[in-house]
C-alpha cells in the first residue's frame, strides 16, 4: 500500500522548534517532487515548502523563509521540515505531499500532489 505518513508535530511555545519528518511506503521518494502543506481552520489548504524531485533545490513560502529548512533523506525515504523560531500564525495541520509528476520541480498548486499523509497537528502557544 502506497501511503505518506507524517509525524513530528506537538504542542510547542512561541519561538521554540519541531521536526517534522514524512516516511513513505510502498513508494520511493527519491526523485519526486516532495511538499509541505498546512491548513488553519477556516483557510485554505497553504504550500509552505517543497524539495525538488530533480536537484533538491527548496522552495519555501515568504512567512517561513529563514525559519523553516526542508531536507531529503534518500536512505530513509524520509522527507523531514525543521521549523525553528515558530509563531503563533504557524498552527495549522501539516500535511506531506508528492507530486504527481516524476522527477519535476516544486509546484505550490496541491492539485499537482497525487499522495497525500494524514496530517499532523502543530500547535504554537503559550
Known amino acids: 500500500q502506497v501511503q505518506l505518513v507524517e509525524s513530528g508535530g506537538g504542542l510547542v511555545q512561541p519561538g521554540g522548534s519541531l521536526r517534522l519528518s514524512c516516511a513513505a511506503s510502498?513508494?520511493?521518494?527519491?526523485?519526486?517532487?516532495i511538499g509541505w502543506f498546512r491548513q488553519a481552520p477556516g483557510k485554505e489548504r497553504e504550500g509552505v515548502s517543497c524539495?525538488?524531485?530533480?536537484?533538491?533545490?527548496?522552495f519555501y513560502t515568504d512567512s517561513v523563509k529563514g525559519r523553516f529548512t526542508i531536507s531529503r533523506d534518500n536512505a530513509k525515504n524520509t522527507v523531514s521540515l525543521q521549523m525553528n523560531s515558530l509563531m503563533v500564525e504557524d498552527t495549522a495541520v501539516y500535511y506531506c505531499?508528492?507530486?504527481?509528476?516524476?522527477?519535476?520541480?516544486?509546484?505550490?498548486?496541491?492539485?499537482?500532489?497525487?499522495?497525500w499523509g494524514q496530517g499532523t497537528q502543530v500547535t504554537v502557544s503559550s
Open positions: 524539495i525538488s524531485g530533480k536537484d533538491d533545490s527548496a
Open positions: 505531499a508528492k507530486r504527481r509528476r516524476f522527477y519535476s520541480d516544486c509546484s505550490t498548486d496541491p492539485r499537482e500532489y497525487d499522495i
Open positions: 510502498g513508494l520511493t521518494l527519491n526523485y519526486y517532487a
